[in-house]
């Protein structure tokens, strides 16, 4: 993948020739996404093993609000157009409007961790808690790893908007932005992957 | 890279950033690659020597029918960290401490790619190994092997998941294995990424993938084998940590959880993890038996792509370590055969180190004995894991001593050997001084025979019934000749390994001045002095093809020799004169952070142990310490 646009930034940015013309950071974040797909892979097959044993606890169908789980994955989903907007800030030179969207993609991020607690505490109300069956510990386990990849990443966005602000990062770091940014969307399409597995498919 | 130049950054930190890089003080915040290999190595020998001397208690036990030196609780807590130990901390960064220090100098690289998360993984594997021995201290180390079936593992006097607290005193043990396993795998992962970019991305110019040398190829799988196989057993040790200690059900029978999930999910990252280890001393033959052959490596390409062949077929074979679980013929039989299929891709590459010690000019120095000894030994533990394929076979052999002389074969003969090799062969580069060679020698025969007669009487004895991970066994089974024998190896390898103790502290500061290429080698790493400069070349050296150094020493048969060398200000000779060239070169400052990150670490493995607020106090500092990190100019102003 040759990003002729970005090229002049990234030289900008750590003035390294690369052999791959790729820079360290962003093949740094692809190999480290290549792993979690490991990782999350190994929480969805154990999901699905165990998806039929609710030793008499409830089961996907009759538990999950999906109305209430589509609100917070749509904010989620949209906080991925608020991470594309603020690398296009960035790359523009434009660090006003580079912090207002990195704000806002850690807030929409943030409202849907929000929504994730509140359901898991609704959850463990309705007798649907950790230790009630195989089915409900993988399912807390694997959205609950999920929630932690989020806060994470939010962790993450105000690193380089305070990064913005003291002046370590500037328009020619678009390529760390860029890196966060991979990131974030790869985080984004787990919980697609998710809600279509959890949440959706189980609903037939 | 041609030049490490960092972009001058506006604004501050509040901290300075430390400068020093030489005395005590700069091993806490070294940056320096080279340093850190340094640190990875001495720390994983201290290790490997704690295994060792674990594997000697375990052995003087067994010396004798109706042994009472060790109780059972002892000897199953021993027999534990020894396999922890010599895996996870032993073995596996003894090859990163390799990769660490060698890495760049091959490919003719400044530094690696991401030099403070370097620095962060070797503190997280160095706390990893703290905290899971400091298990000792709070109420007994992990034992339940190092496989840890769950949920025999976790199921102690009371039902799985009781309370919030731990079913029992040995789940509290096991909590030390899931936690200390997750924190050294956090180390592998960092240092996968690590060295995955830096070869892909920072080769010196000319360098191709198929001019790189063995070793590097070797890393590069073994990378990519870290990087896919530690996210799985990572989510086992989540899965088992939340068993144990906040009741969750992925491996309780009682309420839907599936033991057999734990030796799937164990076993694919386990068998993977076989070829971790191995895949480094492969490596490391591959450079050592040419030179000291003074041939080219026989079928270079070959070796590669074996390589990288066992890199794809190590994640097809995991269930021949479960035939006996009763998976099924068909299961069984798919995974028999894929097991005698990747015996092919290392018999491929046994008979290329054969062809190149083939009619070459063979100089028999200590490394290239411990090459041939890793050979030799190699090769009988591969074909004594081809009959591990056959299943029928297998169901008798499995969890007898046959199969602990099997894995000892192809992990000790194998990666040991291996490592020793490489450690005697790039020791002059590191330090400057030569090994003493007779010391070197008398090592290699103790570890040698040591070895064979420690682990060579345990197929008899597997074949002959006795079981393994027993404290101790009845006389009269007519076992008692051959684990006097095993034991009286066992102490003859400690021996050699105090013959090999003895020569560096000799070696490091008396042995003979080496020179930059005491043994006229092929590689990047012997253009540069020895020890390297900080900055490793004074000029990135430029390749024009595989073994480039070797070929303009030997260029169009010049006998006065044209090394590979930087043409500027007679750098021959390292301090004063490189100093000038040094100048120029700057090198990323050292850096606090990463040890102020890695330390948080385990305060919240033992936040999970005793209290939520350490977790929260871990968390903080592991945060901060990434926040400075990330906030901190790349580089002060000159």
């Keep these: 993948m040759a990003d002729a646009t970005i090229q002049p930034a990234e030289r900008g940015e750590d003035a390294h020739h690369t052999s791959l013309g790729l820079s360290n950071e962003k093949m740094g974040m692809w190999s480290l996404i290549g792993s979690e797909c490991l990782f999350f892979g190994a929480l969805i097959s154990t999901y699905l093993i165990y998806l039929d044993r609710t030793a008499d606890g409830p089961g996907p169908s009759e538990i999950f609000d999906i109305p209430f789980t589509s609100v917070s994955t749509f904010i989620l989903l949209m906080s991925s157009l608020g991470m594309v907007l603020a690398l296009a800030a960035v790359q523009s030179g434009d660090m006003r409007r580079f912090r207002v969207w990195t704000l ?19 959850f463990v109300e309705e007798g649907f808690g950790l230790t009630t069956s195989a089915f409900s510990s993988s399912f807390f386990v694997l959205t609950g790893f999920h929630g932690v990849h989020v806060a994470v990443g939010i962790l993450m966005l105000l690193g380089i908007w305070a990064a913005s602000l003291t002046g370590r990062l500037t328009p020619s770091h678009a390529g760390t932005v860029e890196s966060i940014g991979l990131y974030w969307h790869f985080v984004d399409i787990v919980w697609i992957v998710l809600f279509t597995v959890v949440y959706l498919i189980p609903a037939e | 890279m041609t030049t490490t130049q960092e972009q001058p950054t506006t604004g501050g930190s509040a901290f300075r950033r430390p400068k020093a890089t030489t005395g005590f003080g700069s091993w806490f915040t070294t940056i320096d690659h080279k340093k850190i290999g340094i640190l990875y190595f001495a720390t994983a020998f201290l290790f490997f020597s704690l295994g060792g001397i674990e594997a000697l208690l375990l052995r003087t036990q067994l010396s004798s029918p109706d042994m009472a030196f060790l109780t059972r609780d002892q000897y199953n807590q021993l027999f534990t960290m020894h396999g922890l130990t010599m895996i996870f901390f032993g073995v596996m960064p003894l090859g990163s401490a390799a990769f660490n220090y060698l890495l760049p100098l091959m490919i003719g690289a400044r530094d690696v790619a991401f030099p403070r998360l370097n620095a962060l993984s070797y ?9 899971l021995y400091s298990s000792v201290l709070l109420g007994g180390a992990p034992d339940g092997g190092w496989f840890a079936y769950a949920p025999l593992n976790v199921l102690g006097g009371d039902p799985l998941g009781e309370t919030l607290g731990f079913a029992s005193e040995q789940s509290a043990r096991m909590m030390f294995y899931s936690l200390g396993l997750q924190l050294a795998g956090i180390a592998s992962l960092a240092s996968a990424v690590n060295f995955i970019v830096t070869i892909l991305n920072m080769r010196a110019p000319g360098m191709t993938l198929m001019r790189m040398p063995v070793f590097i190829w070797m890393t590069l799988v073994t990378s990519v084998l870290m990087l896919f196989a530690m996210p799985v057993i990572g989510v086992a040790l989540w899965q088992l940590m939340f068993d144990i200690g906040y009741g969750a059900n992925f491996f309780n029978p009682a309420l839907g959880g599936d033991p057999v999930l734990w030796q799937h999910m164990f076993w694919l990252f386990g068998h993977p993890e076989v070829y971790i280890i191995i895949l480094p001393a492969f490596g490391i033959i591959s450079e050592v038996l040419p030179v000291f052959s003074r041939k080219p490596l026989f079928g270079y390409t070959a070796i590669v792509f074996s390589g990288i062949a066992i890199g794809f077929m190590g994640w097809g074979v995991w269930a021949h370590h479960m035939f006996a679980v009763g998976l099924g013929p068909v299961a069984n039989a798919a995974f028999a055969l894929s097991t ?9 590459k046994i008979f290329n180190w054969l062809g190149t010690m083939w009619g070459g000019q063979i100089r028999f120095r200590t490394p290239m004995l411990f090459a041939i000894g890793m050979v030799a030994m190699f090769t009988i533990g591969g074909l004594s894991g081809v009959t591990h394929a056959i299943v029928p076979h297998n169901y008798q052999q499995t969890d007898t001593y046959y199969v602990v002389a099997h894995f000892h074969y192809v992990m000790f003969g194998g990666a040991v050997f291996g490592l020793m090799a490489g450690f005697y062969y790039w020791f002059p580069k590191v330090k400057g001084r030569m090994m003493d060679e007779r010391l070197g020698k008398l090592h290699f025969w103790l570890m040698l025979v040591g070895f064979n007669l420690a682990f060579g009487p345990m197929h008899v004895l597997g074949l002959q019934g006795m079981p393994r991970r027993v404290a101790t066994y009845p006389d009269g089974m007519g076992w008692n000749l051959w684990n006097l024998v095993a034991t009286v190896g066992g102490y003859m390898i400690a021996l050699g390994f105090l013959v090999f103790v003895i020569n560096v502290l000799k070696s490091r500061k008396g042995g003979l001045p080496a020179g930059d290429d005491p043994w006229d080698a092929r590689t990047l790493e012997w253009s540069t002095t020895s020890p390297p400069p900080v900055h490793n070349f004074n000029e990135v050296p430029v390749v024009r093809t595989r073994d ?8 169009s048969g010049d006998p006065s020799r044209t090394p590979l060398r930087v043409p500027s ?10 100093g000038d060239v040094a100048h120029d070169i700057h090198m990323p400052d050292p850096s606090y952070y990463p040890l102020v990150a890695a330390f948080g670490m385990p305060i919240m493995a033992y936040g999970v142990l005793f209290t939520p607020i350490l977790i929260a106090v871990g968390g903080v500092i592991t945060i901060a310490g990434l926040f400075g990190w990330a906030l901190e100019p790349s580089a002060e102003e000159h």
Excluded: H
């Design chain 2, 548 to 555: 480039d150094f070797w070929n303009r020493k030997y260029a």
């Design chain 2, 340 to 348: 005698m299929f990747i015996a092919v891709p290392t018999g491929i």
């Design chain 1, 104 to 122: 806002a993609t850690a807030g929409m991020g943030s409202v849907f961790l929000a929504g994730q607690i509140y359901e898991f505490t609704f």
């Design chain 2, 569 to 578: 200000g007679g750098s021959g000779e390292a301090g004063a004169d490189a």
């Design chain 2, 123 to 131: 503190w997280v594997f160095l706390f990893a190994g703290i905290f």
